[in-house]
């Protein structure tokens, strides 16, 4: 039977540093390498690679507001609040994400020293001043001039509820159903739809969410940042266990699309989203 159900945003999600939680805004505006403010900034070891959750669990419970300018305040647990800005363009510093090269400029001694004390290791934080030409996307599935925030690869991630919903009772049917049900913040998505059908965003080609255009670039691939609590930091089997066994696209566990915009606007909780492609 059809579904003539609407597909609506049901929540925005704004990640200002890369792999740090976010805030959900009711509304966002969208510009061509991702959503405003989503992940312009990341810390970086003493080799100048950037740290995530793969490395360092212990991000997932720094919390991470975005403030006027493009800076942002940060907490965690027992810590206190960080207020930083954006640092004065007088020079840029080169660091790597996923072995290619991108430059941005440091923040501030005292976010490096927060930060640090919090993750336990050494750890600066950087800024990418220039998203319009820093970082191209993937060029096996981009369009000529695409760029990227320090997102992982695309610049906006999309996910169903009806999906996860699914995927959960995938996992109380499996070997370690106590590991379930996952909220949707395992997957740390942009734009969380409701109203869809399960999995059918696998067919999706294009879509139009409120009045901004975008094309789904690929499927996305899950790596071990889903297995992570993102409240205790705390690591499990689930969901890659799962996503193993039904979710496979040659060798990538897929959950989620990666979107690119092709025109720009403003995300509104409650838009309607539209398959036009």
């Known amino acids: ?11 925005l999600h704004v990640h200002p540093v890369k792999s740090v939680a976010g805030t959900a805004p009711d509304e966002v505006a ?17 080799d100048a690679k950037v740290i995530t959750q793969r490395e360092q669990p212990r991000l997932a419970l720094a919390h991470a507001t975005p403030l006027g300018g493009g800076g942002f305040s940060v907490s965690a647990p027992g810590r206190g609040t960080l207020a930083v800005e954006v640092p004065e363009a007088d020079g840029v510093t080169p660091f790597t994400l996923f072995g290619k090269k991108v430059e941005g400029v440091l923040g501030p001694a005292a976010a490096h ?43 906006l991630l999309i996910a169903t509820l009806a999906s996860l919903e699914a995927l959960n009772e995938l996992i109380a049917a499996g070997d370690r159903p106590e590991e379930g049900p996952l909220p949707m913040d395992r997957f740390r998505p942009n734009v969380v739809v409701s109203g869809a059908e399960p999995w059918a965003e696998d067919s999706w080609g294009r879509l139009t969410i409120g009045d901004t255009e975008f094309r789904v670039a690929r499927n996305c691939g899950r790596c071990v940042v889903t297995t992570t609590d993102q409240r205790t930091a705390e690591r499990g089997k689930e969901p890659l266990r799962t996503l193993g066994r039904h979710r496979r696209d040659g060798k990538r566990l897929i959950f989620g699309q990666l979107l690119v915009p092709v025109t720009l606007g403003t995300l509104r909780v409650g838009d309607e989203v539209r398959v036009t492609g």
């Open 113 to 155: 020293a927060w930060f640090s004390d919090h993750l336990g290791v050494p750890a600066r934080l950087v800024h990418l001043d220039e998203p319009s030409h820093r970082r191209p996307v993937d060029p096996e599935f981009a369009l000529p001039g695409e760029t990227v925030s320090l997102a992982d690869g695309y610049p």
């Open 30 to 46: 969208v510009e061509p390498w991702g959503l405003s403010g989503d992940r312009r900034w990341a810390l970086i070891d003493d």
């Open 1 to 11: 039977m059809p579904n003539d159900s609407v597909m609506k945003v049901q929540a």
